[in-house]
C-alpha cells in the first residue's frame, strides 16, 4: 500500500485532508472469515469476497451497513427472513444491524463496502454476536456446525442443498439421454432455453410452481420472470434459439424442444402438466401432451 497526504489550505483558512490511498489487493490483509481488507477511508472501507461454491457463513448481526456488488458466481443471501438470489451484475444492500447469512451456490467473487469501516473498533470480529448465539452448546461438532438452533438451520440448508444439487443433476442426465446430447453441459444449455421459453410465455405464478417442482436450481437460474407472460415468445422462436446455442438443423432443434418438454413432464406431477398446458397457447400444448 502507499500513501500520500497533501493538506491544502481551504477558504477559511482550515486544512483538509486529500490522501490518496491506494492497496495492492494481493497483499492485503484478510478478515475473520477470509475476506481481503481493501482500501479503507475515515467513514467507510471495502473488501473482497471469494468464496466456494456450498459454502454457509454463520447467522449473525453486525454494527455497519453493507453495500455489495456480485463479480461472478452465484448465491443466496438470508436476511431477517428473507432469500435474496445474488447473481453476477447483482448489487445489494444488508442494514446496519440486520441478521444474516450467506448459502454460495457457485464460487462467489463480490465487493462491498461497509460504513463505518468493519475492520476498525472491532467490528468485525468474529467474537461477540456469534457467541451470543449460544455458550457450551454453540462449540462446533464434528461437521463444524455448532450444536445449537444456528447449527441445526446450517445442517438444514446443507441437505437442502445436497438435495437440490442431486435432483438438477438427475434432469441434466435425463435431458442429456432424451435429446441425444453429448454432454451435460449441453444439457444445461438446452434445458435452460427451452425452460425460460416456457416459462415467458405463462403467468408469473405459473411459471414459479412449473419451475418449484421442476428444479430449484433451475429456478434461481431463470428468475424473476416478467410480470405477464411474453405474447410474442413463439414455439419456432424456442427451436430457432436451440439451432443457434447448440448449432442444430432445424429439425434437430424440434425433435430436441418436444424431448426436453417430455422430460420436464415427467419431473412434475400431472396435475402441474395440466395446470401448465392450460396456462400455454395452443401452439404450445402440444409439446405437454395431455395426460389420461
Not at 471495502?46 to 454457509?56: F, H, Q, T
Not at 447467522?59 to 435474496?84: F, K, P
Request: with cysteine.
Amino acid at each position: 500500500m502507499r500513501e500520500l497526504l497533501v493538506l491544502v489550505d481551504t477558504e477559511k483558512g482550515a486544512m483538509r485532508d486529500t490522501s490518496i490511498t491506494k492497496v495492492d489487493s494481493a497483499h492485503s490483509p484478510r478478515g475473520p472469515e477470509g475476506e481481503k481488507y481493501l482500501a479503507s477511508g475515515v467513514r467507510a472501507s471495502m473488501r473482497l469476497w471469494d468464496e466456494p461454491a456450498g459454502s454457509v457463513s454463520l447467522d449473525r448481526t453486525r454494527d455497519y451497513e453493507v453495500v455489495g456488488y456480485v463479480l461472478s458466481g452465484r448465491a443466496e443471501l438470508h436476511l431477517e427472513g428473507q432469500i435474496v438470489m445474488l447473481a453476477a451484475g447483482d448489487s445489494y444492500v444488508v442494514p446496519r444491524g440486520a441478521r444474516h447469512h450467506y448459502r454460495v451456490l457457485e464460487r462467489f467473487f463480490a465487493v462491498e463496502s461497509t460504513s463505518p469501516p468493519a475492520q476498525v473498533h472491532g467490528r468485525d470480529s468474529s467474537v461477540g454476536d456469534e457467541r451470543r448465539l449460544g455458550s457450551a452448546t454453540n462449540q462446533p461438532g464434528e461437521d463444524g456446525y455448532p450444536h445449537d438452533a444456528l447449527g441445526r438451520h446450517l445442517r438444514a440448508l446443507r441437505r437442502h442443498h445436497a438435495r437440490a444439487t442431486a435432483t438438477y443433476h438427475r434432469l441434466l442426465e435425463d435431458v442429456k439421454n432424451a435429446g441425444g446430447l453429448a454432454t451435460k453441459r449441453a444439457a444445461e444449455t438446452a434445458l435452460l432455453v427451452v425452460a425460460a421459453g416456457i416459462c415467458r410465455r405463462i403467468p408469473h405464478a405459473e411459471a414459479a410452481h412449473l419451475l418449484g417442482q421442476l428444479s430449484s436450481i433451475t429456478r434461481d437460474q431463470l428468475s424473476p420472470f416478467p410480470d405477464k407472460p411474453d405474447r410474442e415468445i413463439t414455439v419456432d422462436m424456442i427451436a430457432s434459439e436451440l439451432r443457434t446455442e447448440l448449432h442444430l438443423t432445424e429439425e434437430r432443434a424440434g425433435q430436441l424442444l418436444s424431448a426436453i418438454c417430455a422430460v420436464i413432464a415427467e419431473h412434475v406431477s400431472p396435475g402441474q402438466v395440466a395446470s401448465t398446458r392450460r396456462s400455454l397457447p395452443a401452439g404450445f400444448r402440444e409439446l405437454f401432451p395431455a395426460q389420461a
